[in-house]
Every structure is written in C-alpha cells, then in structure tokens.
C-alpha cells in the first residue's frame, strides 16, 4: 500500500531564511504528488501539484523518483507562510484517485 | 459560487448514539470524497462518489459506517453505534472530474464522542 511520510511535525524558521519541507513516499508505480495547506481558521486547500511544475506563492516542489521525494522549497519564508502543510499522493488509475496524505508539517515563521 | 459545506460544524454525541453528517459539494462536481481526520494524524480516505456509478467504500473502517449520494448532489454520511475512536473532524471534498485534478475541501465537521 502507498504512503507518504513527513518526518517534522514542527517547523520553525525566521522570517527570510529559506524553508524546506520534507515529504517522502513509498508506492511502487508513478503517483501524483501534491502539496495540501491549511492556514489558521481555513480550509485544507490546494498549493500546488507536480505535473503543474509551477510556483505558488513563492514554493516549489520537485517530484524526485530515485529518492522518492517531493520536497517542498521556498528560498524567503514570509510571516503568512505560517500554516499546516499536507504532502498528499494520488494513484492514477486506481479507480477513484483518492489522496493519501502525510500527518502533516506545522510551519512557523518567526518575525 | 460557494464552496464545500458541511454540517453541522461541531457534533457532541454519547457512545452508542448514531451520527449523521451531511457534506454540500460544489455545483456541478461529479466526485465526492470522505475523509476523517483524528487528532495529530493525516487525513484518512473513507469514501467515494462518482456520478451514479457505484461508490468505492474501500476506506471505510467498519460496518458502522455508511454514506449516500443522490446523483451529483448532497451527500450523507451516517456512523452507527457511536464509539470513543470515532471522535474527529470529518471533511468532504468534491472535484469536477476522476483523474488528477484539485479537491476542494469543505470545513470539516468536529465529531466528539462522550
């Protein structure tokens, strides 16, 4: 069965420095990776995908197979960065494309 | 146009008691989604509408949980007999399409189990 493993569940970085959130999964075909966040009193909502290979809100993320990876990066951590961040992994032509999520990272951006 | 809603947003139920929670999916979204969330964990896969094509349950963790879709509108879902390991926030996301596309999340419903 897949899963999909973020190793901190808390994250704190000044204001400026660059961020790194670790995700790593294990599925033996190509899975979908995606990039879940959850600011404070909102809803889980969607920051990015790998096949999109694009940059939201300064973050980006690389779909790395030999390591099995799909870190997410921003170089300059801002204040409103702060929020929960869910790796997530969907397996194409399972039927229901389903996600399965990691337990989550906690950011915090220390002013 | 709104998003995802649910209802009600915090539940308090004693043991035994049966539960329902109800889950609004954006206009037009054919695919509907389950997802329980317990304290400090990810979130869980319980369930899954397409269409009127036949759910797939596979996620669901007992015979005490069930759910129902109407077409591509409101969906229920309905836990029985009530237990302590059942506390945790419910969400329900929807998407216009199967595939790799974005679900849209609802706010969750916060179920408490006395």
């Known amino acids: 069965a897949q899963r999909v493993t973020q190793p901190e569940k808390l994250l704190s970085v000044f204001k400026g420095a660059p961020v790194e959130l670790k995700c790593n999964y294990s599925?033996?075909?190509?899975?979908?990776l995606f990039w879940y966040v959850q600011y404070s009193r909102q809803r889980l909502q969607l920051l990015l995908r790998h096949i999109s290979r694009e940059s939201i809100k300064g973050f980006t993320a690389d779909l790395n197979k030999g390591e099995t990876s799909f870190h997410l990066k921003k170089p300059f951590a801002q204040e409103e960065d702060s929020a929960m961040y869910y790796c997530?992994?969907?397996?194409?032509?399972?039927?229901?494309?389903?996600?399965?999520f990691g337990k989550g990272t906690k950011l915090s951006v220390i002013p | 146009g709104a998003g995802v809603s649910q209802s009600p947003s915090n539940k308090v139920t004693e043991k035994g008691k049966d539960v329902e929670l109800r889950c609004d999916p954006i206009s037009g979204h054919t695919a509907l989604y389950w997802y329980r969330q317990r304290l400090g964990q990810g979130l869980e896969f319980l369930i899954y509408f397409q269409g009127n094509s036949a759910p797939d349950k596979s996620g669901l963790p007992s015979d005490r949980f069930s759910a129902e879709r109407t077409g591509e509108s409101v969906s229920t879902l309905t836990i029985q007999r009530t237990q302590q390991e059942d506390s945790a926030v419910y969400l329900c996301?929807?998407?216009?399409?199967?595939?790799?596309?974005?679900?849209?999340f609802g706010p969750g419903t916060r179920l408490t189990v006395t």
């Open positions: 599925y033996s075909g190509s899975p979908e």
């Open positions: 996301a929807s998407s216009s399409r199967t595939g790799v596309g974005e679900q849209y």
């Open positions: 997530a992994l969907s397996i194409s032509g399972a039927g229901s494309y389903q996600l399965t």
